[in-house]
């Protein structure tokens, strides 16, 4: 974005002035934007790469924002009508959703903003993690270092 206008143009290498990079395979962001659901394929998926270059960014989920850019996924407060057994299935399947959709029921029945002003800086620290810090933080086996770094 420059001047509030975007930019875009084919390079063989990044910019000096970019803030991050997503990769991700031509097939699967074209799945994404086949259908309203397609961007599960890259949010759960795993069918991108975000490499950030200036972890700043990461307090106002400007890579969430490009991700949301590449899908056309709806968002839970508007969506829930159209289909609110599929939103169950979604929180009732995930502890993490589950524990984070608690939490902000419980702020709303406090009287309480559903989640506090430093809700961000606890959440998404794990991205500047390394991968075994996540796993251990994630509850998931934790692998060899040596064995992770191939990963």
Same mark, same amino acid.
């Given at each position: 974005m420059k001047s509030g206008a975007p930019r875009v143009q084919r390079s063989g290498a990044?910019?000096?002035?970019?803030? &991050?990079?997503?990769? #991700? *395979? $031509?097939?699967?962001?074209?799945?994404?934007?086949?259908?309203?659901?397609?961007?599960?394929?890259?949010?759960?998926g795993y069918g991108c790469e975000i490499y950030v270059f200036q972890p700043g960014i990461l307090q106002s989920n400007l890579?969430?924002?490009?991700?949301? &850019?590449?899908?056309? #996924? *709806? $968002?839970a407060s508007q969506h829930w009508k159209r289909e609110p057994l599929r939103l169950a299935r979604h929180v009732f399947s995930s502890p993490i959703t589950r524990s984070l959709v608690a939490k902000?029921?419980?702020?709303?029945?406090?009287?309480r903003r559903p989640f506090p002003d430093d809700h961000n800086e606890k959440m998404r620290p794990w991205l500047l993690r390394t991968k075994c810090e996540v796993c251990?933080?994630?509850?998931?086996?934790?692998?060899?270092?040596?064995?992770?770094?191939?990963?």
């Open positions: 990044p910019s000096r002035e970019s803030i &991050l990079q997503i990769e #991700i *395979p $031509s097939s699967i962001l074209r799945h994404s934007f086949a259908s309203e659901w397609g961007g599960d394929a890259i949010t759960i890579d969430v924002t490009c991700v949301q &850019l590449l899908t056309r #996924i *709806p $968002s902000a029921t419980w702020n709303r029945v406090r009287g251990r933080a994630c509850d998931l086996p934790v692998l060899d270092e040596e064995f992770a770094k191939t990963l």
